[in-house]
């Protein structure tokens, strides 16, 4: 559906502009943060709930001086790091602080048994940091590859495994706070609570004075000890005051799942959890759903690590899944539930009793289907995928123009049964269809979604809030376990507690946050209707995107995310667009337009990277390329047209130009590619920089009796010579397959086939059909009817002949050479001598690689290189993209800038890739040379001497 078509459907919106003097505030205290665009301002107004506030500005502090600034002008502030909490603490009409971008620290200590982060730092990067340690943190979000320590620590997340036990205020060491009053406290420090009574004195007497006076209150302390033996997000964590007796360790308890309304966490220091080596996880399936429920004290007893419910519409979406194994996809579901169960342990023979009393539990259990517990890494690893993007995944397949939200409960476990039906009963009673219940059933923590339009009729969510939170409340449970009370849950936070609780949490944040400038509406309201205020609804724009639910998974693979965009913005905006036509706002409906063209299509690396941590598998790389194809005139068709029919020409007219350019003076050369680009357009004009390689070699025919395989050389060896001191790629293909006795063919008219990603990523679709012809039928000539696999000697390029011959009959398969070296080349030569292994190599995998699967031959190869091999921290798709790295080259250096700090601190003898255009950007953003990972499997099996890695510094 196009913007103007769903104009009709989207309710008129109008943001109100930003506040000059807020922002005139904002910039006298900590000048160049803030960002007050409208595509700043929209792209920010989303975040993974069902609610929608637009912000004054976005703001983006380095350190924790600045937020100490930015709290001493007394402007409302709300902190948004990762946008994956569900229940609307994230979103915000007054100052957003945007805590992802600078703060990403993260410091492993006491060889792994704590770990000292910063808020920005993804779940899972950590994680990968602690996995050396054989430790991790304790909380085990379904989110975990997407949401950060803020919110962790904001939101006291938990998850499949950890409980009550290992969640983030279990695990809490301490936290370096900055208040609202501008001041820095560090509750590990010795002085902590000294330097809290000298700088906040009303905050630590105050503390004190609330710590006596609920342990003083009998029918307090049974009431917070009932509520948080479950797992409880419901507003403040009042057990601070019964686990805790200083002033600085009650403060920073408090501050953990308080939504960012007491303090800012600057860093915090967190306790790890073995991460156990081995596994058994299996999927019990079971008639229905109260049988499920009833069989879960049995299978808790026998000490899982995790025990997750899925209901029968979770497991009709389930079955869907590309990852789904033979017992979803063939189960006939009908009033079906399951549970994902896993017992973890360190050792082989522990972990086997476990199995053998999880056998005889299944044994006594009325099943619809075999139990069977599995060790296999990969279906563990597909069960578990599943399971966390369950919910993305349901939600993206609801009805269009709805708006999916997911509430988040939990009841004692005996009463499990018994909510599932009271759930059941108001789903039917409301008409919420295609509903679904999952959850964490161990912890007797149900997650269940609906679907609503919410810009038609509130009254039934709101009559079905209510009778939920009867239900809730009536069997002794909590309106919020995980997810945080937010806005959702505010209204209701004095039912849960009662008074006297409820006075209590109202005095910690007046102690806090006297003049409530700390996230507000959040938490804590005396608004009874401020769950049904500002609620999101959905437009629907075009099919790319529309199942998109905003949830946020995409953004930390995204290499443009800190210059420009991420997935999810790119796509919120063009709803935005189609919501302010709505609006008839046509003004803003331009000027987001206007900046979506740089922010939005001429940055996007089209990598694909999103697609692999979608959950509902969008890839905005493809409505990226249809916008590009739609900005192209008749002209630049037809030129690029022409191209796909003279390839081999045009790339030796190109080839040419580069010999051309390295030989002419550097200076003269970058001054009349920034002239062209001044005078055309930067997104078609390339920027050569001295950096760059000349021209490389043109590719020819080589037939070949009797061929194992047919070789097709990129045109990227044309383009570019290889890199300083190599042979190049398909020099190295040839020797290595030579020496191993293997005959490769390259067929006639190799220099006019390409893989058709030039054509493909500009949106000039009449070119890709030209060149996909083409290799159609040279390939399934040459391969004598798909006999032989074809082998391609860049990562890009495989993926690209990939999708080429899709559509070939009979069937072409494409190999990587790395694949097909791994698999047929290797094990035919001689084992490298010890002395010429390299002696480290960090090695930069690519995005076509990870998308692929290349990781394991990737890896064998790289064993064959280097004694030790490194994929530095920070690594992900270098966003160089074919040309965007010579049209954007701003975008590359933004994509690379963490990964090149690993590289400089590394020390490494070589540096390696995949694919000649990211050895080229990669080699520009760390000063070192890369070379193809062939080119030195070539040098250490027995080729020409040569040094890799020199520096080009």
């Known amino acids: 559906m196009s913007l103007t078509d769903a104009e009709a459907q989207a309710r008129p919106r109008r943001p ?57 002008t007394g402007l409302p502030l709300t902190f948004r790091s990762g946008g994956t909490s569900l229940s609307g603490q994230g979103v915000s009409e007054h100052l957003l602080v945007d805590t992802r971008r600078h703060f990403r620290g993260v410091e492993v200590l006491d060889g792994g048994a704590r770990v000292r982060v910063q808020p920005g730092a993804v779940l899972r990067q950590v994680n990968a940091r602690l996995a050396a340690y054989g430790r991790k943190l304790g909380p085990d979000p379904a989110s975990e590859s997407a949401c950060t320590i803020g919110g962790v620590v904001a939101n006291n997340s938990s998850g499949m495994t950890c409980g009550t ?238 708006t999916a939200l997911l509430e988040d409960v939990a009841v004692p476990v005996p009463a499990l049964a018994d909510l599932c039906d009271d759930l059941a009963e108001l789903f039917a009673a409301h008409g919420y269809e295609r509903s679904v219940i999952f959850g964490h059933a161990k912890d007797g923590n149900l997650h269940f979604m609906l679907n609503e339009r919410f810009d038609t009729d509130l009254d039934r969510y709101e009559e079905f809030t209510e009778e939920m939170v009867a239900a809730v409340l009536g069997r002794g449970g909590t309106l919020k376990a995980e997810h945080g009370t937010g806005r959702v849950m505010a209204p209701f936070v004095r039912r849960q507690y009662g008074d006297e609780l409820y006075d209590v949490m109202r005095e910690v944040k007046r102690l806090c946050d006297p003049a409530g400038t700390l996230n507000p509406g959040v938490v804590l309201t005396d608004d009874p209707r401020a769950h049904l205020r500002d609620l999101k609804t959905v437009v629907s724009v075009e099919p790319e995107v529309d199942r998109c639910v905003e949830c946020g ?127 055309g357009d930067p997104d078609t004009v390339p920027q050569w920089s001295r950096d760059l390689p000349r021209g490389g070699t043109p590719r020819r025919a080589a037939p070949t009796r009797d061929a194992d395989a047919v070789y097709v050389p990129s045109c990227l060896n044309t383009l570019f010579a290889p890199a300083d001191g190599g042979p190049g790629v398909m020099a190295a293909v040839r020797r290595l397959a030579e020496r191993a006795g293997v005959r490769l063919h390259v067929p006639e008219g190799v220099e006019n086939l390409c893989c058709g990603t030039p054509w493909s990523s500009k949106g000039f679709g009449e070119g890709y059909e030209v060149m996909g012809r083409r290799v159609r039928e040279t390939l399934l000539s040459a391969t004598g009817g798909g006999r032989l696999p074809v082998v391609s000697d860049a990562a890009s390029c495989t993926e690209g002949f990939e999708r080429l011959v899709a559509a070939a009959s009979p069937a072409v398969r494409v190999l990587d050479a790395v694949t097909f070296v791994a698999e047929h080349v290797l094990p035919r030569l001689p084992q490298p001598a010890e002395g010429r292994r390299v002696a480290s190599l960090a090695l930069h995998p690519t995005c076509s690689s990870a998308r692929l699967g290349l990781d394991a031959a990737i890896a064998e190869v790289a064993g064959a290189v280097a004694k030790e091999v490194v994929v530095p921290e920070g690594w992900q798709c270098c966003a160089f993209a074919g040309d965007r790295g010579m049209l954007h080259p701003e975008l590359t250096a933004s994509a690379t800038r963490a990964e090149a700090a690993s590289v400089a601190e590394g020390g490494f003898a070589a540096h390696a890739s995949v694919n000649r255009t990211c050895e080229i950007g990669m080699t520009r953003a760390t000063g070192e040379t890369y070379h193809h990972l062939l080119e030195l499997l070539d040098q250490v099996t027995g080729g020409d001497a040569w040094t890799p890695g020199s520096s080009q510094r």
């Open 165 to 402: 036990h290992a969640n983030t205020y279990r695990t809490l060491e301490s936290l370096v706070l900055v208040l609202p009053s501008g001041t820095v406290v560090d509750t590990g420090a010795p002085d902590a609570d000294a330097r809290l009574r000298a700088l906040e004195p009303a905050l630590a007497e105050g503390l004190v004075r609330l710590r006596d006076r609920v342990r003083g209150n009998p029918d307090s302390v049974r009431r917070i000890e009932a509520q948080f033996s479950l797992k409880n997000t419901m507003g403040y964590g009042l057990n601070s005051f019964l686990d805790h007796d200083s002033p600085a360790q009650i403060l920073a308890h408090l501050v953990v799942g308080s939504e960012g309304t007491l303090a800012f966490v600057a860093e915090a220091v967190l306790r790890t959890v073995p991460a156990h080596r081995l596994a058994a996880t299996g999927l019990v399936v079971f008639p229905a759903l109260r049988e499920a429920m009833a069989a879960v004290p049995e299978i808790v007893a026998a000490g899982p690590a995790a025990v997750e419910l899925l209901d029968a519409e979770s497991l009709r979406v389930a079955a869907t899944d590309p990852y789904a194994d033979d017992v979803l996809r063939t189960l006939e579901v009908r009033d079906h539930a399951a549970l994902l169960v896993e017992w973890q342990e360190s050792e082989p023979e522990p972990l086997a009793v476990r199995e053998r009393e999880a056998a005889r539990v299944f044994a006594r259990l009325d099943l619809a289907a075999p139990a069977r517990l599995s060790g296999d890494t990969a279906g563990r690893a597909a069960l578990w995928r599943i399971r966390k993007n369950l919910y993305a995944a349901v939600a993206g397949a609801r009805p269009s123009g709805t």
């Open 553 to 679: 998974y995409c953004e930390p693979v995204c290499p443009s995310r800190d210059l420009t965009t991420t997935p999810r913005q790119r796509i919120v905006l063009r709803r935005e667009i189609a919501a302010a036509r709505a609006a008839g706002d046509h003004a803003l409906a331009r000027r987001l337009e206007e900046e979506y063209d740089y922010d939005a299509v001429d940055t996007c690396a089209v990598d694909g990277m999103c697609a692999t941590a979608c959950p509902v598998l969008i890839n905005t790389g493809d409505l990226t390329k249809r916008l590009r194809g739609e900005r192209h005139g008749r002209a630049a068709r037809a030129g690029w047209k022409t191209a796909a029919r003279h390839w081999g020409a045009v790339t030796r007219a190109m080839d040419l130009a580069m010999d051309a350019a390295a030989a002419a003076p550097a200076g003269l050369v970058e001054g009349a590619s920034r002239a062209a680009r001044a005078v």
């Open 16 to 72: 109100r502009p930003s506040d000059p003097a807020v922002l005139a505030a904002v910039e006298a205290a900590v000048p160049g943060i803030v960002r007050a665009r409208a595509s700043d301002r929209l792209g920010m107004a989303h975040d993974a709930s069902h609610y929608l506030l637009t912000p004054q500005a976005v703001l983006v502090p380095e350190s924790a001086a600045q937020v100490a600034a930015l709290m001493r």
